[in-house]
């Protein structure tokens, strides 16, 4: 073949090309030349924009007490698994996730916590004042709040305290509420966070009290469940926006899930936005009884699983800022006898490209 017939790949048909690309295997094609890094670029601004990852961490415990630890991620855009491999966690004890965006562990001596879009760098803190066994911990801007989930023994089991990542010091704030006396554990206990507020709500009732972190006062109580048929209810964001995902029936009659958007400030009304088709419903429910609902919000996307059918995703992503689509996903991260943490990640090229060039992350596709 002579050089007149070597016509380079280039310009809308190389753009259009790499819109089909995993997400993953881009990282390679950057270093190509800066032609081909540009075109990248202009594909992931144009065509098939990036989209926020569901991470899924598993440990599965040893008989020495040391468990064994797989990270995988979930690309939207590119409707792949993968494995991170390499990945080691830095603690012998469970980690937790109470707030979408972040992961953590909490000894008597340490708290430990992740904040990066692939939970690969952990942050390590002195462990705060007052000892908990299953605390709501939120990221709320540069602050970690940690509240309720108080071990008996303490005298406060509504005690708040925020670490700074900044300056790297605890701050003791006031109490919960009284009201959320009952339910201070985040088994019992939804959070959101919008700007520079917390908000707690009861997954049972829809009572609800939000936290500014930055002036340090509660407000409410208001009330977040949207009517009569609800049962379950769990507080998110989708983008900027406080949402409400509902269940609808009662324990083990489940017959729907339905999103709601709060609208105009808590207390002012919510507006229905989407419902879950019946046949995901059925995926949800796998035939078996309802377990525990958990529900994951990162950025446009909301995930909801059933903890009795681990194997089962289902998936609303919002679409233009007002459509919503459905579907199912086959959670690939699954091992028996593994405890299963799920949070987000707000995935970057950046992200990527220092997390194989650092070797903390080696990324291998799997098969769905």
Same mark, same amino acid.
């Given at each position: 073949m002579d050089a007149a017939e070597e016509s380079p790949i280039h310009g809308d048909i190389l753009e259009a090309i790499l819109s089909h690309v995993p997400l993953i295997h881009l990282v390679p094609v950057?270093?190509?030349?800066?032609?081909?890094k540009r075109a990248v670029s202009?594909? /992931?601004?144009?065509?098939?924009?990036?989209?926020? +990852? !569901?991470i899924v961490l598993t440990q599965s415990p040893r008989a020495s007490h040391?468990?064994?630890t797989k990270l995988h991620g979930y690309d939207p855009r590119s409707h792949v698994w993968l494995e991170?491999?390499?990945?080691?966690?830095?603690?012998?004890?469970?980690?937790?996730?109470?707030?979408?965006?972040?992961?953590y562990t909490l000894t008597p001596a340490e708290f430990s916590f992740s904040l990066d879009a692939l939970h690969l760098h952990w942050h390590h803190a002195p462990s705060p004042q007052v000892w908990r066994n299953d605390p709501i911990v939120a990221r709320v801007g540069s602050r970690v709040v940690v509240a309720g989930g108080a071990c008996e023994f303490e005298d406060d089991p509504l005690a708040v305290e925020i670490y700074d990542v900044e300056s790297?010091?605890?701050?003791?704030?006031?109490?919960?509420?009284? /009201?959320?006396?009952?339910?201070?554990?985040?088994? +019992? !206990?939804s959070v959101a966070v919008t700007g520079e507020?917390?908000?707690?709500?009861?997954?049972?009732?829809?009572?609800?009290?939000?936290?500014?972190?930055v002036t340090k006062k509660w407000e409410g109580p208001f009330d977040l469940r949207p009517d009569e048929s609800v049962f379950h209810c769990v507080t998110g964001t989708l983008g900027e926006r406080l949402m409400v995902a509902g269940l609808v029936g009662g324990f083990g009659k489940m017959r729907s899930v339905k999103l709601w958007e709060v609208r105009g400030g808590l207390g002012s009304g919510m507006v229905e936005v989407s419902e879950m088709p019946k046949e995901m419903v059925w995926k949800l429910m796998g035939g078996s009884e309802l377990g525990s609902v958990e529900v994951t919000w990162i950025g446009d996307f909301v995930y909801v699983r059933n903890t009795s059918v681990a194997e089962e995703l289902v998936v609303c992503e919002?679409?233009?800022?007002?459509?919503?689509e459905w579907r199912s996903v086959r959670n690939v991260a699954v091992k028996h006898g593994a405890r299963m943490v799920v949070c987000g990640g707000d995935v970057c090229m950046e992200d990527l490209q220092r997390a194989v060039m650092s070797g903390r992350g080696t990324f291998c596709v799997k098969h769905m």
């Open positions: 950057c270093h190509v030349s800066n032609s081909w202009s594909s /992931l601004a144009h065509l098939r924009p990036i989209k926020p +990852w !569901l040391v468990h064994v991170i491999k390499n990945y080691t966690c830095p603690h012998s004890s469970p980690v937790r996730s109470s707030h979408s965006s972040i992961l790297h010091a605890w701050e003791t704030c006031p109490s919960m509420p009284e /009201l959320l006396k009952d339910s201070t554990a985040s088994s +019992w !206990l507020a917390m908000h707690l709500t009861e997954k049972h009732s829809g009572l609800t009290y939000s936290f500014d972190t919002v679409v233009n800022g007002v459509g919503c």
